[in-house]
T-cell receptor, first 113, second 109 residues
Framework: EPEVTQTPSHQVTQMGQEVILRCVPISNHLYFYWYRQILGQKVEFLVSFYNNEISEKSEIFDDQFSVERPDGSNFTLKIRSTKLEDSAMYFC???????????FGPGTRLTVL | QKEVEQNSGPLSVPEGAIASLNCTYSDRGSQSFFWYRQYSGKSPELIMFIYSNGDKEDGRFTAQLNKASQYVSLLIRDSQPSDSATYLCAVREDNDMRFGAGTRLTVKP
């Protein structure tokens, strides 16, 4: 069964460093999403992406964040200058259409020291 | 502010019992409703979705939606210890999907 994959599974970085989290959505899906979940808290929507542009973003997704689909398979989330409060689990998700079910990847645990 | 509210629990039921999980949402424009299960340290896993008022059954799971009351629930029949997890209610309007904080369910053998 097709699934969303994410790399790395765990990323440790120093405050102020840039990180790139990678996702490979399900191959025939057209909509891509990033969510984050701070430990013990709710899953929070960050951004949705369709047709090579951001279609919606939350108030969390500020200028520190960017997304890109550099090729036909990868979907990346970049955090330019990480802060301690960026430590969280980051989930990528994809769906075939805007109204279709979103399927989540296994997540990347980001730890900012 | 669009909110999705769930009782955080923990909810504890004996094996074989019915577990009832509830969720309310504030945005009347919400179009679709999802229940995800999340085991500790893992990603959310879709259990069911529901778009229309009424009940939707899938195996041991029944989702119930009442848009007038802005209420969605999940019933788990014949609960098993393997059902022990956090259950996340998610509500979507367009591309914006909002999650509740989740209800932690424990099924005791």
């Amino acid at each position: 069964e097709p699934e969303v994959t994410q790399t790395p599974s765990h990323q440790v970085t120093q405050m102020g460093q840039e990180v790139i989290l990678r996702c490979v959505p399900i191959s025939n899906h057209l909509y891509f999403y990033w969510y984050r979940q701070i430990l013990g808290q709710k899953v929070e929507f960050l951004v949705s992406f369709y047709n090579n542009e951001i279609s919606e973003k939350s108030e969390i997704f500020d200028d520190q964040f960017s997304v890109e689909r550099p090729d036909g398979s990868n979907f990346t989330l970049k955090i330019r200058s990480t802060k301690l409060e960026d430590s969280a689990m980051y989930f990528c998700a994809s769906s075939y259409s805007r109204t279709d079910t979103q399927y989540f990847g296994p997540g990347t645990r980001l730890t900012v020291l | 502010q669009k909110e999705v509210e769930q009782n955080s629990g923990p909810l504890s039921v004996p094996e074989g019992a019915i577990a009832s999980l509830n969720c309310t949402y504030s945005d009347r424009g919400s179009q679709s409703f999802f229940w995800y299960r999340q085991y500790s340290g893992k990603s959310p896993e879709l259990i069911m979705f529901i778009y229309s008022n009424g009940d939707k059954e899938d195996g041991r799971f029944t989702a119930q939606l009442n848009k007038a009351s802005q209420y969605v629930s999940l019933l788990i029949r014949d609960s098993q210890p393997s059902d022990s997890a956090t259950y996340l209610c998610a509500v979507r309007e367009d591309n914006d999907m909002r999650f509740g904080a989740g209800t932690r369910l424990t099924v005791k053998p």
